[in-house]
């Protein structure tokens, strides 16, 4: 048996320009199909972007608009893994542009709401460092960021 398992999110009615925004941020991505609303579909004028199947980095997902029943949480986020700190700032003021907001941490919604984390590897590794002292130090660095920041954090856990 072949399974295929990815993201499926709904949106209002924003799944294409979310689609636009996040392959135009994400390098190897592409949006894949459009879909429309057929005649008689109720509640929405006959073509009407129904869905979007993209890919995020090769990553497919699916995007559903399907009205305002459900909303995004930071219980489901997008987890970008970055090497440099433009990466990070291009990412960053990419999702947060027309609309987005910041939180802690290196997390943020985006204007539709979705959340992302834009996490720099050097994170990763300064809190797998084996001296305690320098990943608490990363780790606590960490903590009053937003956006973060690769220098401070390195400086951070260098003491």
Same mark, same amino acid.
């Given at each position: 048996?072949? !399974? =295929?398992?990815? %993201? ?5 009615? /924003?799944?294409? +320009? ?6 135009? *941020? ?7 199909? !459009? =879909?429309?609303? %057929? ?5 929405? /004028?006959?073509? +009407? ?6 890919? *995020? ?51 943020l919604k985006d204007p ?48």
């Amino acid at each position: 048996m072949q !399974t =295929r398992v990815h %993201p499926f999110l709904w949106y209002d009615r /924003e799944a294409e +320009q979310a689609a636009a925004l996040y392959t135009s *941020l994400i390098p190897n991505s592409r949006v894949l199909e !459009t =879909r429309r609303y %057929p005649d008689g579909a109720p509640g929405v /004028e006959p073509g +009407q972007v129904m869905g979007v199947t993209f890919e *995020l980095d090769g990553l497919p997902v699916e995007a559903l608009n399907a009205g305002p029943q459900f909303r995004f949480t930071e219980a489901f986020s997008f987890y970008v893994s970055v090497d440099t700190q433009d990466e990070v700032d291009h990412l960053w003021d990419g999702l947060i542009a027309g609309g987005g907001e910041p939180s802690q941490c290196g997390w943020l919604k985006d204007p539709y709401g979705l959340s992302w984390q834009i996490v720099p590897r050097v994170l990763e590794e300064l809190l797998q460092d084996p001296d305690p002292g320098r990943s608490g130090r990363a780790m606590q660095a960490m903590l009053a960021m937003q956006k973060l920041d690769v220098a401070a954090l390195r400086a951070a856990a260098d003491g």
